[in-house]
């Protein structure tokens, strides 16, 4: 049975996606499984690519439900009517992020547009903050001019009141440094504030933000979900069925819902983003292993590396990750494949990626290719000395070897 849910009084989707059951399904396997139950219209192993904005209503004019006598029968994984609302490819790949997630997940057109919804339900008169990336800012500043949102640093977040949002980002960008979110979670429980997990910076199976606590899990799809560098995309996820239900509706009367072509790309991507994700973490542990023993002193290349590396900064590097039991190490099964380096010169960072062979000079991170960027490029606010390091999945040698290449282009340059 159908009912209309793009009228106005009737009830968002109502089918709410749930993460598979079986809890011995490796992540691997489900991300090329958890949406084999749409499967059975078509005979294609490789997902269709949906196009169609609307949908056809039953040619059984006995199975016509007028949208006033809208119940709560809709099924958006069959009965798609306007694709505002659902259409195939989305329900698609929401089948799948909410097996990744593990909590019911929405996809949006950006991370911004995700970011956008889950402050559209929540309107805070207060939210708790610190630095993160950039472009959040900005969403904030639109609440703060359409309410009377005020914003307080991470370290006032005891002062949040109930329905007050506390927004972690961890790792953060653009150091790629975790923040403890069960120690998050425990404010949020004596205030009664949402914590909003922004964890775009390490997606499973690097960190799980629910099982510490988390009420909404956000993410910027556009890096390690789409992997590939070929789509914006958003996604939020909560276990909070009245919530969800409030999203999909804002989300269809916002028109923030991410289309279809982009929901079939990260379709695509997701089957192999385990293995991606795991591999670009490995790499960059390497890279920052390689290069924080080299800048102190300690190891090989470490007369370059020490002429033109001031700082290193990445989760592996933190002082928490020296605890064995301690809650870094908890949270993160890997440490991510962002990180941070800042050069004992202005010039220097701002001439090191034309250098490179392998990294390209490029803003965003969480794709295939290795990406480097002056970070003054895109952030106003950026030491003029950072440089915000993506890494890829080329081999982690190749690029300790293009980077060392470059430091030395660097010093034969000499006065920088
Ligand atoms: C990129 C990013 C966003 C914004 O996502 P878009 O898809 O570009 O809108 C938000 N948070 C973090 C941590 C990001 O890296």
Same mark, same amino acid.
């Given at each position: 049975?159908?009912?209309?849910?793009?009228?106005?009084?009737?009830?968002?989707?109502?089918?709410?996606?749930?993460?598979?059951?079986?809890?011995?399904?490796?992540?691997?396997?489900?991300?090329?499984?958890?949406?084999?139950?749409?499967?059975?219209?078509?005979?294609?192993?490789?997902?269709?690519?949906? +196009?169609?904005?609307?949908?056809?209503?039953?040619?059984?004019?006995?199975?016509?439900?007028?949208?006033?006598?809208?119940?709560?029968?809709?099924?958006?994984?069959?009965?798609?009517?306007?694709?505002?609302?659902?259409?195939? %490819?989305?329900?698609? *790949?929401?089948?799948?992020?909410?097996?990744?997630?593990?909590?019911?997940?929405?996809?949006?057109?950006?991370?911004?547009?995700? !970011?956008?919804?889950?402050?559209?339900? $929540?309107?805070?008169?207060?939210?708790?903050?610190?630095?993160?990336?950039?472009?959040?800012?900005?969403?904030?500043?639109?609440?703060?001019?359409?309410?009377?949102?005020?914003?307080?640093?991470? #370290?006032?977040?005891?002062? !949040?009141?109930?329905?007050? +949002?506390?927004?972690?980002?961890?790792?953060?960008?653009?150091?790629?440094?975790?923040? %403890? /979110?069960?120690?998050?979670?425990?404010?949020?429980?004596?205030?009664?504030?949402?914590?909003?997990?922004?964890?775009?910076?390490?997606?499973?199976?690097? &960190?799980?933000?629910?099982? &510490?606590?988390?009420?909404?899990? =956000?993410?910027?799809?556009?890096?390690?979900?789409?992997?590939?560098?070929? !789509?914006?995309?958003?996604?939020?996820?909560?276990?909070?069925?009245?919530?969800?239900? &409030?999203? @999909? *509706?804002?989300?269809?009367?916002?028109?923030?819902?991410?289309?279809?072509?982009?929901?079939?790309?990260?379709?695509?991507? $997701?089957?192999?983003?385990?293995?991606?994700?795991?591999? &670009?973490?490995?790499?960059?542990?390497?890279?920052?292993?390689?290069?924080?023993?080299?800048?102190?002193?300690?190891?090989? %290349?470490?007369?370059? +590396?020490?002429? +033109?590396?001031?700082?290193?900064?990445?989760? #592996?590097?933190?002082?928490?990750?020296?605890?064995?039991?301690?809650?870094?190490?908890?949270? =993160?099964?890997?440490?991510?494949?962002?990180?941070?380096?800042? $050069?004992?010169?202005?010039? =220097?960072?701002?001439? $090191?990626?034309?250098?490179?062979?392998?990294?390209?000079?490029?803003?965003?991170?969480?794709? /295939?290719?290795?990406?480097?960027?002056?970070? @003054?490029?895109?952030?106003?606010?950026?030491?003029?000395? =950072?440089?915000?390091?993506?890494?890829? !999945?080329?081999?982690?040698?190749?690029?300790?070897?293009?980077?060392?290449?470059?430091?030395?282009? *660097? /010093?034969?340059?000499?006065?920088?």
């Amino acid at each position: 049975m159908q009912s209309n849910p793009l009228s106005e009084t009737a009830p968002a989707s109502t089918s709410i996606p749930q993460p598979s059951s079986t809890p011995s399904t490796s992540l691997c396997t489900s991300l090329l499984h958890a949406d084999s139950h749409l499967n059975h219209l078509f005979a294609d192993v490789a997902p269709p690519l949906h +196009v169609s904005s609307t949908f056809q209503y039953s040619s059984d004019p006995s199975k016509l439900i007028p949208a006033k006598d809208a119940s709560l029968t809709f099924d958006p994984s069959t009965d798609h009517i306007y694709s505002r609302l659902t259409a195939p %490819n989305g329900t698609r *790949l929401e089948a799948l992020l909410t097996s990744l997630i593990g909590a019911p997940s929405l996809a949006y057109g950006s991370g911004l547009a995700a !970011l956008f919804g889950a402050y559209t339900l $929540l309107n805070p008169r207060k939210v708790a903050i610190t630095d993160g990336y950039h472009g959040v800012h900005g969403v904030l500043d639109i609440f703060k001019r359409l309410t009377h949102l005020e914003l307080l640093p991470l #370290s006032r977040a005891d002062e !949040l009141g109930h329905g007050d +949002v506390l927004h972690v980002e961890t790792p953060l960008n653009p150091y790629g440094e975790a923040r %403890n /979110v069960a120690h998050y979670a425990s404010i949020a429980e004596k205030t009664g504030a949402v914590l909003l997990i922004d964890a775009t910076l390490a997606p499973p199976p690097l &960190q799980d933000p629910f099982a &510490q606590g988390a009420h909404i899990v =956000m993410h910027s799809g556009t890096k390690y979900i789409g992997g590939h560098t070929d !789509l914006l995309l958003g996604v939020l996820a909560t276990r909070n069925k009245d919530w969800f239900k &409030q999203l @999909a *509706l804002d989300r269809m009367h916002t028109g923030s819902v991410a289309g279809s072509m982009e929901c079939w790309l990260a379709t695509r991507s $997701l089957r192999t983003m385990e293995v991606r994700v795991t591999r &670009q973490s490995e790499s960059a542990s390497a890279l920052v292993n390689w290069l924080e023993k080299a800048r102190s002193g300690d190891g090989p %290349n470490k007369e370059v +590396v020490g002429k +033109v590396v001031a700082k290193v900064r990445h989760a #592996s590097l933190q002082e928490e990750a020296k605890d064995e039991d301690g809650w870094l190490r908890q949270q =993160m099964k890997g440490w991510g494949a962002l990180f941070a380096l800042n $050069l004992k010169k202005d010039e =220097m960072a701002k001439r $090191l990626p034309s250098t490179l062979k392998l990294f390209m000079h490029a803003t965003s991170l969480g794709g /295939v290719e290795s990406l480097m960027e002056w970070r @003054a490029m895109s952030d106003e606010k950026a030491d003029p000395t =950072m440089l915000r390091v993506s890494v890829g !999945l080329e081999r982690w040698e190749d690029l300790r070897d293009d980077l060392l290449k470059g430091f030395e282009a *660097l /010093v034969e340059e000499g006065n920088l």
